[in-house]
């Protein structure tokens, strides 16, 4: 293992035969002199597309180099592939994201990672899985999976509302016949509700949530900004810890009307922020 080194590539698991892969973005040399915080990341692109090396064509366009500006403030950082819907329904995905987790906790000692300050951070699809891990939303109740905070950028958070919230102008919504929601659960969120509820980070908010932080452009066409003013009102119900950053005219990818990145970079390093407020407090 070189200091600054990105390993990519890496096999994590493998369900039903299906290689999963990660790159692994290790801090450079002198960022820590003892075990470092580390923070997982899962890609968006509606659980249908998508890549672990992307945030989005929009925000990579940006050339804001994410993974790259994590790992130098003193991160060991992970982005994982998970099963797409046409793979897999849900919750085939949360499964890959919490394996990927636990992947990293197991190989702690080899990459200097701090067991107890692994973090997950998610964008759009992915901030959906982001915060399911968060939640423990898996069941399974052990350890190995588990996170200390999220940073989850514009996520579906409630599947069975997410289409009654959408915007006027909205591209797409939850309630569209073959909608990328009803693909995660292999039917309709309003014919089988109770499907929707199982995938919806909401149905899992509750006292033992760790601090989250949410990012949401008030302008999203494709996830509703109430997605994330929803889930910040109940995290805060439950007494967690919640920060929550409202875009002004931010469209999904924070695309502005000006198409400059001054959203995406102001959120990066408003999400960087967090992670080292976390990691030094614990």
């Not at 924070?254 to 960087?272: H, M, Q, R």
């Amino acid at each position: 293992m070189t200091a600054g080194q990105v390993l990519k590539g890496i096999e994590f698991s493998r369900p039903g035969g299906l290689p999963l892969l990660l790159d692994l973005y290790l801090p450079a040399e002198g960022t820590s002199h003892g075990p470092m915080p580390a923070v997982a990341h899962f890609h968006g692109g509606g659980w249908r597309v998508g890549e672990r090396s992307s945030l989005g064509p929009v925000t990579d366009g940006f050339s804001l180099t994410p993974f790259e500006r994590v790992a130098a403030a003193g991160f060991v950082v992970v982005s994982a592939d998970y099963r797409m819907s046409s793979q897999a329904v849900f919750p085939a995905q949360l499964e890959d994201a919490t394996a990927a987790v636990s992947w990293l906790r197991a190989n702690a000692a080899e990459f200097h990672v701090d067991p107890g300050r692994i973090y997950a951070w998610g964008d759009s699809a992915g901030g959906h899985l982001a915060c399911l891990v968060g939640l423990g939303a898996d069941g399974s109740g052990t350890p190995a999976g588990a996170v200390a905070a999220v940073a989850a950028w514009y996520p579906p958070t409630d599947l069975v509302r997410m289409g009654a919230q959408a915007l006027p102008d909205a591209v797409a919504t939850a309630d569209d016949p073959g909608s990328r929601e009803a693909l995660l659960i292999g039917a309709q969120p309003a014919d089988a509700p109770d499907k929707a509820a199982a995938a919806s980070p909401l149905s899992y908010v509750g006292g033992n949530a760790p601090p989250f932080f949410l990012a949401h452009g008030t302008a999203d066409r494709f996830v509703p900004p109430a997605q994330s003013t929803s889930f910040a009102a109940a995290l805060e119900a439950a007494g967690a810890d919640v920060e929550l950053h409202l875009i002004e005219g931010a469209d999904h990818m924070w695309l502005l009307p000006d198409k400059s990145p001054a959203a995406a970079e102001k959120v990066l390093d408003a999400t960087i922020d967090f992670f080292r407020r976390q990691a030094q407090a614990s």
